[in-house]
């Protein structure tokens, strides 16, 4: 099996680190981490530096916040990492700085992929999340081993960026219809109507997603402790602003859900889940 070193021990990157750690991979981690311990415990290898961790690993996988975060640690990856690694970023980052990272990996004789998830924290725990996948194809064969330990839903969507690409339109459509959600229970409840039984009906009919079996359900119980942090829906809705003004379409009801949640993150609701619009709905 290969080495992983694996970069960005969060909510997120500590349960896929450990599920690597289950299947029998190697993993070297950061020792300055909050979740070194944890991870050491279950059998990580401690590194100093990430031009160290890089150096001995021959696969590298990020997951970190944003596209500083990972233009910073790739700056210190390139320190380290031989020729013929493969790079796995598999944060939610702007397509265009997967395009650089794909091309300065490139010029050093690394292979890299973009390869955002989806399924929160719950997948992230129970190896079951969605990988879009940029990047070619036989980069994607040898991390396909790994994809699998990590996720279920696994799909190689196209040329680098193109993963990225895909998961802005899954943020887009999953906080357009949280809206739809929040609007439609606001409406149903100054109607007075029952939003337990309307939500079961409505999740009989054409109208039923997740979010509305789940979302609905935290909206109905006012439950906001987070699965997704609006602070990170809002940048993630910023990518797909900015992707979509790259290529001239225009995105606009993705525009009214990103300053909704602007709206609630500079109110100082950034840390609640996204599933909050329906507090912002209710003029709380």
């Known amino acids: 099996m290969e080495k992983i070193g694996f970069i960005g021990l969060g909510i997120m990157g500590k349960p896929m680190a450990l599920n690597l750690i289950k299947a029998g991979y190697q993993v070297n981690v950061l020792s300055a981490s909050n979740a070194s311990g944890i991870l050491k415990e279950a059998g990580a290898s401690l590194i100093d530096n990430i031009a160290e961790l890089s150096k001995h690993s021959d696969i590298i996988i990020t997951m970190l916040p944003d596209s500083p975060e990972v233009k910073n640690v790739v700056s210190e990856v390139l320190e380290g990492i031989n020729s013929g690694s493969l790079f796995i970023d598999m944060s939610t980052i702007s397509p265009a700085v997967s395009l650089e990272i794909f091309t300065i990996m490139k010029d050093k004789g690394v292979s890299a992929l973009d390869a955002p998830v989806s399924g929160g924290q719950v997948g992230a725990e129970a190896a079951s999340l969605s990988i879009m996948v940029g990047g070619d194809e036989p980069s994607f064969n040898r991390a396909l081993p790994i994809f699998q ?11 680098p960026g193109a993963g990225q690409v895909t998961k802005a339109c899954n943020q887009m459509i999953v906080g357009i219809t949280i809206q ?45 402790v987070p699965g997704f942090k609006v602070k990170l829906h809002k940048k993630d809705m910023g990518i797909a602003l900015q992707t979509g003004a790259n290529h001239n379409v225009s995105l606009k009801a993705t525009e009214l859900i990103a300053g909704l949640m602007n709206q609630l993150v500079s109110e100082g609701h950034g840390e609640l889940d996204h599933s909050s619009l329906f507090m912002l709905q209710e003029g709380k």
């Open 180 to 224: 739809a959600v929040a609007e439609a229970f606001s409406m149903a409840k100054k109607a007075g109507v029952d939003l337990e039984k309307m939500r079961d009906v409505l999740l009989g009919g054409f109208a039923q997603s997740r979010i509305l079996d789940l979302h609905g359900k935290r909206m109905i119980d006012g439950n906001f």
């Open 149 to 159: 330990t990590l996720g279920k839903n696994i799909v190689l969507i196209g040329k």
